[in-house]
């Protein structure tokens, strides 16, 4: 990345800003390719209407005041500026709102694209990548802002060098006095943007809290426990400390602002005062025209004009332009695990095997897997169990390569995972996960983002198959039904149109999910039928066993009645493999399979004696 991760204030550089106005500007053309060049013509006509007329009238005034000289075609002159002056600023406003939006859409796609792109998982778990992706999320939407400072110097930089060269040709030290004076004022403004770009980044982890606990207090996921624990005013005060501590730290900056600009201002009056001062008797001792002081006085509140548009567009475009910083950063962040680009995952004939993997999730936590060897054999139906965090779900996210080992190989029929194409790779893998997903749409889409290719009747078999089609069927629009009701405001097609589910609900349909999946070579259970009642269970587990015949499937589950049909059962403890065998032969063995069996088995008895 261009950019640290740590959240310390920092002083952003000449060199990111660079690297970020290098690639706003890129952005901004290639998605506004036509409107560029007319918006530059315009800007250009508009920062040189209010000088002619500047020019026009000090003409008009020698000629009307000297009692010679034709000022009819001067007056249309200066009539054809006004319109220019009046007009102009409306229509670089539209091209200008037209190019940012433009450039803001094509920046957001390409936002979310370099986020997709990450092979893993580890760039999600990263705050620094978190607070990244919204700063970037807030650069990109602030693109059209970006555009009025470019705007904004362009103009300010023609205005400045037409107005100063008036004033030049009238007095040249009141030109040096007027510049002096405006010097300090672009130098501060620069700093201070900067120190306010360092301190929002150094303030962003209290707003990421801040968000957390919003979201904590009006989502609806919490809010029956909090409700019955009664914790939401202690949730409230947690979060209102938060922004407390960022309002701190932006006051003072507020403060630091204020008392430079007050000065700066104090300046730009004296000097313009002083200005006038001179004019005035440079007139009365006949050294300045009548023309020339109604010309020095536009110049003067001219130049400072410019100079005010020309500080506010450095100030406030170097501003977005540090925002856009995180855009940068996000979108030439290399990706968190390697990705091979060319290749292809074979079709599964041998088997998936971990060889000598070691794994931790950092450097400073402790190891999940200590020199894991195991196999999944083709065709073999194997369950994975183990006590609560001995590594089951982790093995899985191996698998699929949401992380790479630390150490050790995981083989795709002999082929090392890393060298396949992350999507070839995981197109040939179908899973419920333990933390599968509830998607806010509708019930087809659901199922549907199994497989974007699936016709409705497969995925209709799929729902079918997993015993959750009469359900969807009789939803108040069918498989069209949104299982949310997050979306009914707006939606004409009435208030009955959102549906929530149940839990063991949404297990089945994250099963059909799965399921739509057909013919991949792989499938993996993470406890595909926690949520579910006794016989739903079964009636999974039976379908389940269906399906495994004859493919290669994993299965994870704390219920052992439920994988003592698996050909293989592997035993997760310490980081390796404790136990293998099939159901009989652990039972017949007496280690610690047999013991969490018997203890599983005495409940149930225990339950039913
Ligand atoms: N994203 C993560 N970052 C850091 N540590 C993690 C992460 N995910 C899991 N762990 C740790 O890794 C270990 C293994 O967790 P894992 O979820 O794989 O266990 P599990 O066998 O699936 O447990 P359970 O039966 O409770 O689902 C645990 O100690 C857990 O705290």
Known sequence: MTAPEDHGERRFGARALRASAAEAIALICRAAPVEVPVFLVMTVAGSAAPIATAWLTKLVIDRLTGGHGEVGVLALGLAAAGFATAALPAAVRYARAQIGRAASLAGTDRLFAAAERQVGLRSFEDPAYQDRLRLAQDGVRRV????????????????????????LVLSPAMTGIVLAAALPA???????????????????????????????LTGTSAATEIRLFGVGAFLRGRMMAERRAANAADRRMDLRELRTEGGLTALGAAVAGAGLWWAVNAARHGTLSVGDVAMFLAAVAGVQAALATLTNAVSGGQARLLAFTHFVAVVRAPSDLPRAETGDAPPLRRGIEFRDVWFRYGDDLPWVFTGLDLTIPHGHAV???????????TLVKLLCRMYDPTRGQILWDGEDIRDIPPEKLRDRISAVFQDHMNYEMSARDNIALGDLTATDERLEAAARRAGVHDRLAALPNGYATPLTRMFALGDDSGPASG???????????ALARALVRENR????????????????????????????RGGTSLLIS????????????IVLADGRVAEEGTHDTLLAADGGYARLFRLQAGGYQEATS
């Open 144 to 167: 059209p802002e970006i555009v009025d400072g470019f705007g904004g110097v362009l103009g300010g930089v023609l205005s400045l060098t037409g107005f100063l060269g008036s004033l």
């Open 521 to 548: 070579d792989l499938m993996i259970l993470d406890e595909p039928s926690s949520g579910l009642d006794p016989e739903a269970e079964h009636e999974v587990h039976t379908l389940m066993r269906e399906h495994r």
């Open 499 to 509: 549906v929530v589910l149940s839990g063991g609900q949404w297990q089945r349909l």
């Open 558 to 569: 704390h219920r052992l009645s439920a994988v003592r049909d698996a050909d293989r059962v």
């Open 383 to 393: 369950a994975l169990v183990g006590l609560n965090g001995a590594g089951k779900t």
């Open 186 to 216: 672009i130098v501060a403004e620069t700093l201070l943007t900067r120190r306010r770009t360092a301190m929002e980044w150094s303030i962003e982890h209290h707003h990421r809290r801040e968000y957390f606990y919003g979201q904590l």
